[in-house]
């Protein structure tokens, strides 16, 4: 689907190795470190982020400080921990903002 559109051609390998994991145990193809497209090591931390800050039918959205804690707890085995240092600079300060919107956003598209 998204190869069909020429302009999300230079981050079609962050799409498909967005569920690598820093220690090799992710999918699809099982790279570990430096070996997973520098893409998907950003996605990976961003789709993370975006789930735990999101209620699902089995549970709840985590608040910020357990989000971010989850992240750092995650760091060196499912995330690149110079990514997550780098993710941690982030001005988290429109945080509440950010997911209110998003929240919006989801429940108008549903």
Known sequence: MLKDVSQLHPVLPGVRSHHERW???GYPDGT???DTHLYGRILGIADAFDAMCSSRAYREKLNREEVLD???ACSEKQFDPDLVKLFLLI???HYDVMI???ISQSSISS
């Open 32 to 34: 570990s470190g430096t």
């Open 23 to 25: 220690d090799g145990r």
């Open 70 to 72: 989850e992240i750092v």
């Open 100 to 102: 209110d919107f998003h």
């Open 91 to 93: 001005d988290f300060i």
